[in-house]
């Protein structure tokens, strides 16, 4: 397996993680959102601590960072957050989270600034059906309205996609940076998030099964699913992760009506097509690789 398959699976991997994500978060509905990611981002800084105490070669190693690193790591982590969840107290949930959802757009279109990647059309056409998947699956039964007075939550909801993507293919550019300082991030991410917690919200207690939910926020979609992230985008084909990204929404909703926590319906199969369909066109150097591998072993010598 080479360097770009493994990426592939590590960038599939946060995909999973983050499917998580709402699951995770019914059962822990009534924490404050920056409380809740300060708990969150707690538990993956101790991932990190553990994996550096593993590794052997100290702590202070991965925290003797470029302060660029640094800069870029906490803009995208905690600043993904914080702007999400301001969209989310400034805007109704349905338009904020569509506008959100823009972000794995923004990757593949972005990506084509990086060296030595190119922009092609099924690229783009891949990525704007996973849009319109994820469009099928959070509109569906709903009026999509855009209002006026919720101008600042629409702005803060585009900010959050653009801030994402641009992470994301920003940490391109620091390949060199090895992938378990996303730890330090997740340590500073997990104070800015305290420190907004005390300025925004009032504290909590949380019930044991609510605690029990925070963790596995911090274990899964909002721990390990950054290390491996930052691992795919580095190392794995950028467009590729950006479009199968149209299948987190998906994934989670499919894991809501599992959990007996949403009700099926019809849009998700639509969802699900026009998913796999980007999914599909996006991989088209993949597929063709294979048939071409293929076609060479079933050639007579």
């Known amino acids: 397996m080479n360097r770009i398959q493994k990426g592939n699976i590590a960038g599939l991997s946060a995909i999973l993680l983050w499917a998580t994500l709402a699951l995770f978060t019914v059962f822990t509905q009534k924490i404050p959102p920056f409380q809740l990611t300060f708990m969150a981002f707690s538990v993956a800084f101790m991932i990190g601590l553990g994996l550096w105490i593993k590794e052997g070669k100290g702590i202070m190693i991965h925290l003797r960072l470029p302060w660029k690193v ?6 995208g982590l905690f600043g993904y957050h914080f702007f999400y969840f301001l969209a989310l107290k400034s805007a109704p949930a349905l338009e904020a ?28 056409v891949g990525a704007l059906l996973g849009f319109m998947g994820a469009l099928a699956l959070l509109g569906f039964g709903k009026e999509i309205a855009f209002a006026s007075q ?21 940490s391109r550019y620091f390949g060199s940076i090895p992938t378990l300082s996303v730890g330090g991030f997740c340590g500073a991410s997990a104070l800015l998030s305290l420190c907004a917690h005390l300025v925004f919200e009032q504290t909590y207690m949380p019930t044991l099964e609510e605690c029990i939910a925070a963790i596995g926020l911090g274990l899964g979609p909002v721990g390990v699913a950054f290390f491996v992230w930052d691992y795919g985008m580095k190392q794995g084909d950028i467009k590729l992760i950006g479009s199968l990204s149209y299948a987190t929404p998906l994934l989670s909703t499919l894991l809501l009506v599992l959990f007996g926590r949403s009700a099926p319906n019809s849009a998700i199969w639509l969802a699900c097509a026009l998913i796999v369909l980007g999914s599909i066109l996006s991989s088209l150097p993949f597929f063709n690789g294979l048939l071409s591998k293929i076609s060479t072993r079933n050639r007579p010598l």
């Not at 640094?70 to 803009?75: N, S």
């Not at 989270?97 to 783009?124: A, C, D, G, Q, T």
């Not at 900010?159 to 992470?167: N, V």
């Open 70 to 75: 640094w800069l870029v790591g906490i803009y």
């Open 97 to 124: 989270n569509l506008i959100n959802y823009l972000w794995p757009l923004l990757i593949v279109l972005l990506s084509s600034f990086l060296p030595h990647e190119k922009l092609r059309w099924f690229h783009i």
């Open 150 to 170: 919720y101008t600042h939550g629409y702005m803060y909801a585009l900010l959050c996609a653009f801030i994402w993507s641009s992470y994301s293919v920003l």
